[in-house]
């Protein structure tokens, strides 16, 4: 992915110094070029961004950038030529279509007919014009086998062509190739540059020095006349016509006859590439010392250190949004102007975890981080001040939460664990932790206490620390015990914001809290601030803005419905021009603090937001708060902000300029038809796409090389929609089973909330019809059926004559025919209706059999244990005590045996008919198999199912069954069981057949009960 970064303010100062006086020493100020309409801006004003092949690009070794008329930015590479589009890279290489010729591209120009000229390591030359054909020139066209360094352009549209030991060559307007000769007939030059004037002189750059081409033809050799070091030369000339040198390590300007020194590179150093930027300032790429940038009679080095890739630079380059753009054999590397700078790891702090930003009095800025405390001082220079964790081995220092600088120029420092330092002259001088009364060794901030010393809050309440540096348990009535975030002590009186309250301690007053929870569910107070009349506090917290209005200790509310785009919100400050700024978790706000006072009072609804995030230059749009101060107002106006990646600077005043929304130059880029590629030639004319096409793909795109995510499009395809479509961020639109027609497709784009595009981008294309709806196919066809239609009247008069003679004959036979019908549908309808009654008879004999014992009709196993589940169930709901009991006629097989098995089947029927008619309404006597049966008894304790039992076992004794056998006894054996007291209801069921078999060894024709402990745990599921 794309690398964003941002420079801060420390780490060129003392090379920008030292070049400076070099500079100063060697050329004195900046000659013309030095006369920009605007400020130029220096390094410390621009964000970087970085590619690679991690990122798209076809090879990390860019040897040129240029560009195109309608907006793309190519790069040359060893891979094929690159066009980027500000979200992508589209390689063109051996592999496209049409092929380069080849994929090692070493030179690249945009003319000023929009066409794109590129040439490579074996001499060939290619142009590709505003609508995407290509056309090539090589070696039989007459072009030396030789790599092609340098392409110009001048004013009558000849190309000239600088090749590697090949000499200079022409390419005229009608296409034609001629080389020409070196000067006073001398082996073919080595060109490394092409450069044109304004008097359309061509200025030659060699591995042998300087030439020059008049327009009349005349050449000649200018390195000893101009007094330039032995070797290379690479001219260039820059917007204003002006031309300069670089020869080896030195750049000069070209002023008449002479070339007056500007800037000289230390040692055997060389200079590679050369751009001018819009404001008048000039980029240098060297071999291996980075960038040098000068600017406002200073300079300044970009390195490695400040993300540049390592390398040699190739090509430096300024796109028409101001970005300056450098191709090295690392990668490709950016510089855009930003909002905000940052200050980071990189640059020299020791931990990009920024949590709180003081200035001393020497205008020195403290940044205190994860890793410990950093000095900034007014030149730039950063110095890390060590701090000695206790018991902790080592240099490593603590995580610095809270800074305040004192007026006698001592800096107090808070830190996660290991209490409080002072530091005077960046040296600790002391240390305040336990040992001095610090009983809670976190400290979240620190603020100045009126009178002299210090107040202190820590996870466990308020310390304060006088004016002698003795530590003091404050004795104010009501003091918090718990975590402090925020303390200011003001001539109102002593405000302390924790993790749940805000407290205000009035002079000579009792407490006063102040219910912030109360009004929107607010918890925590993170930060405060009174405003410069000290008319009012106001209270930033998880759950927006309070303010509190000294006066009347009127509380208000500026939260999401008033227009806030966060809940948390953290330090407040107040610039100069009126406006409030606070950090978030999600960026940077900016507030007029007018508005801001306007709602708190009622007189306004809502406010306006601006956020600043990453699109703005900042490194990491999280803030940091509960600690501090996290937002800091300078002496110098700019604020600044603790981040997560580092602390970020913004300069007020600079907002308007940069913050310019204009609309992208859009562009179509490809359309495909059923996922296929079609051609088109830049919206020049119209797009045909054939018959049955089903799907239709438009690519288009903004380009805008600043802000892409943030370009927003809006499409209408006139012929099919009226009305304009919002895409958000979408680049691409897809239209299926589009009608044959002509349309058109308009394309608008509005940069980061900014105005719509003046003019739209349009495609025109048109569908194709197939053969059967194209017009003079439906003309014909239409005279076809007239005449059709005029046979078939003709043929239907006839007809209807013939047919009325035998309407009549087929009324009555009709008429028969539904007579009959009738007659066979009623007897239908009887047999359906009786049909369906033996269904209905056969459904309910197979319900019945399912939950039935065929024998004794009593309900079988599986209807008894369907009952046994919802009895557990209503115990589960209800609580209700219930019993089953397990019933085994006595001696059974004997009577199988003596009388056989149809009186054993008889026997059943009756017992099955006594237990019936003996129980409860509500119980179930289910047979389980053979002899042996089931009662359950729902909502029957142990007593009252025994008594049950003992009735349907006198039933069964007293009955008689002479109808089954003559003198037929039958008796039962019982054994019941009474839930709860069972883990699950088989082991309730395993209790009662093991009553039942102490029953059978105790003589038979008895009632046993199980006798399971009630206490035993139970398996119900509520």
């Known amino acids: 992915m794309m690398l964003a970064k941002a420079f801060g303010r420390g780490w060129g100062h003392i090379v920008a110094i030292v070049g400076a006086l070099l500079f100063a020493s060697l050329a004195g100020p900046l000659p013309a070029l030095a006369q920009p309409s605007a400020q130029p801006p220096m390094v410390k004003d621009f964000a970087y961004d970085r590619w690679t092949t991690n990122e798209g690009l076809p090879h990390n070794s860019v040897q040129n950038i240029v560009q195109t008329r309608e907006g793309y930015l190519w790069l040359a590479t060893w891979e094929g030529l690159a066009r980027y589009n500000g979200t992508r890279f589209t390689t063109f290489s051996r592999d496209s279509n049409p092929p380069l010729p080849d994929n090692g591209v070493t030179s690249i120009l945009s003319d000023r007919q929009g066409n794109l000229w590129m040439g490579d390591t074996r001499g060939n030359l290619g142009r590709r014009d505003s609508a995407g054909r290509w056309r090539f020139w090589g070696v039989r066209n007459g072009l030396p086998h030789a790599t092609i360094l340098a392409l110009a352009q001048d004013s009558k549209g000849r ?101 007056r020194l500007i800037y000289r590179l230390p040692g055997t150093n060389r200079f590679s590439a050369m751009t001018a930027d819009r ?45 300056i753009w450098v191709g090295l054999n690392g990668g490709l590397y950016r510089l855009r102007q930003a909002l905000f700078t940052n200050l980071r790891q990189e640059n020299g702090l020791s931990g990009n975890y920024v949590r709180a930003l003081v200035e001393s009095g020497d205008r020195s800025l403290w940044v205190g981080s994860s890793r410990g405390l950093d000095h900034v001082a007014p030149d730039g220079r950063i110095t890390h001040i060590p701090i000695v964790q206790a018991g902790v081995p080592g240099d490593s220092s603590p995580s ?98 924790t993790i749940s309250d805000l407290t205000l301690w009035p002079p000579n007053g009792i407490p006063r809290r102040i219910d912030i929870g109360k009004m929107a569910d607010a918890s925590s107070a993170l930060a405060l601030f009174e405003d410069p009349d000290q008319s009012v506090m106001w209270i930033s917290t998880d759950r927006g803005l309070f303010r ?25 400050v ?70 997560a990646e580092g602390a970020a600077a913004v300069r007020p005043e600079r907002e308007a300029q940069l913050r310019v929304r204009t609309p992208p130059p859009l562009v179509i880029e490809g359309v495909l038809v059923d996922g296929e590629p079609a051609s088109f030639a830049d919206n020049a004319g119209w797009v045909s796409i054939p018959a049955k096409t089903r799907r239709v793909s438009i690519a288009y795109g903004g380009l805008s090389f600043l802000s892409p995510q943030s370009i927003r499009y809006r499409t209408r395809l006139v012929g099919y929609e009226n009305d304009w479509i919002d895409r958000g961020g979408e680049r691409i639109v897809d239209y299926t089973a589009l009608p044959p027609g002509r349309y058109a497709l308009h394309v608008s784009a509005s940069n980061g909330g900014g105005p719509w595009s003046a003019q739209d981008q349009v495609l025109r294309f048109v569908i194709e019809p197939s053969f059967w709806q194209r017009s003079d196919f439906r003309l014909a066809l239409v005279v076809l ?64 059999m399912a939950h039935e014992d065929a024998l004794t009709e009593l309900p079988n196993r599986r209807r008894y244990e369907d009952e046994l589940a919802e009895q557990l169930a209503s115990y589960a709901e209800h609580g209700r005590p219930w019993s089953l009991a397990i019933l085994d006629i ?44 089931a009662l359950l008894m729902p909502d029957a304790d142990a007593a009252e199912a025994r008594m049950v039992c003992e009735r349907v076992r006198g039933a069964i004794e007293a009955a008689r069954y002479d109808a089954c056998a003559p003198g037929l006894r039958v008796t039962i054996s019982i054994g019941v069981a009474t839930w709860p007291g069972y883990r699950s209801p088989s082991a309730m069921q395993a209790a009662a057949d093991a009553a039942l078999y102490r029953a059978k060894e105790n003589g038979r024709n008895r009632v046993m009960a199980s006798d399971t402990p009630q206490s035993a745990q139970l398996d119900v599921v509520g």
């Open 890 to 933: 006595d001696h059974f097989k004997r009577i199988n045996d003596r009388h056989s098995h149809a009186v054993g089947d008889a026997t059943l029927r009756r017992v099955a008919a006594v237990m019936r008619d003996s129980v409860r309404d509500g119980d179930l006597v289910a047979r389980l198999g053979g002899e042996e049966f």
């Open 400 to 497: 610095v939460l809270s800074l305040l600088a004192q007026p006698d120029g001592d800096v107090w420092v808070g830190t996660l664990g290991d209490g409080i330092f002072r530091v005077h002259d960046n040296r600790i001088v002391a240390r305040y932790g336990k040992a001095e009364g610090i009983r809670d060794m976190r400290i979240r901030t620190l603020a100045a206490r009126r009178g002299g010393g210090l107040w202190a809050g820590t996870r466990r309440g308020v310390v304060a620390i006088d004016g002698q540096g003795q530590v003091q348990q404050p004795m104010l009535p009501g003091l918090p015990k718990t975590m402090i975030y925020a303390i200011a002590d003001t001539r109102h009186g002593l405000w302390i914001g």
């Open 548 to 572: 509190y209005r000294y006066a009347d200790g009127q509380l208000a509310h500026v939260g999401r419905d008033q227009g806030l785009p966060v809940d948390t919100v953290f330090q407040m």
């Open 785 to 848: 059926l007239v005449g059709l239609a005029g046979l078939a009247y003709r043929w239907r008069v006839v007809n209807l004559h013939r047919r009325a003679r035998h309407l009549s004959l087929l009324i009555e036979e009709r008429t028969a025919d539904i007579r009959r019908q009738g007659e066979m549908l009623m007897l239908a309808t009887e047999e359906k209706d009786a049909l369906l009654a033996q269904l209905a008879n056969q459904a309910r004999t197979l319900r019945r």
């Open 574 to 643: 107040l610039d100069r021009r009126g406006a409030a700024w606070l950090g978030s978790n999600s960026g940077v706000l900016r507030i007029d603090y007018a508005a801001l006072m306007a709602v708190a009072d009622g007189k306004r609804r809502t406010i306006r937001v601006d956020r600043f995030d990453r699109l703005d230059g900042m490194a990491s749009a999280q803030g940091n708060g509960a600690s501090g101060p996290t937002t800091l107002l300078r002496r110098d106006g700019s604020i600044w902000f603790a981040t």
């Open 159 to 259: 190309l000239w062509i600088g090749f590697m030991r090949g000499g200079l060559g022409m390419l005229s307007p009608d296409g034609r190739f001629r080389r020409l000769e070196s000067p006073a007939g001398g082996p073919p030059l080595s060109i490394l540059g092409l450069a044109i004037d304004a008097q359309d002189r061509l200025w030659i750059g060699g591995v042998d020095g300087l030439v020059e081409r008049t327009p009349d033809g005349r050449m000649r050799r200018l390195s000893k006349s101009f007094d330039l070091p032995a070797g290379a030369v690479l001219p260039f000339v820059d917007q204003r016509k002006q031309l300069f040198l670089l020869a080896s390590g030195e750049l000069r300007q070209v002023q008449g006859d002479t070339a």
């Open 279 to 323: 404001w008048g300032g000039l980029w240098l790429g060297t071999e291996n010392l980075g960038v040098l940038h000068l600017a406002r009679g200073q300079s300044e080095w970009i390195t490695p250190t400040q993300g540049l890739p390592e390398g040699r630079v190739a090509s430096v380059f300024q796109d028409r949004e101001g970005s």
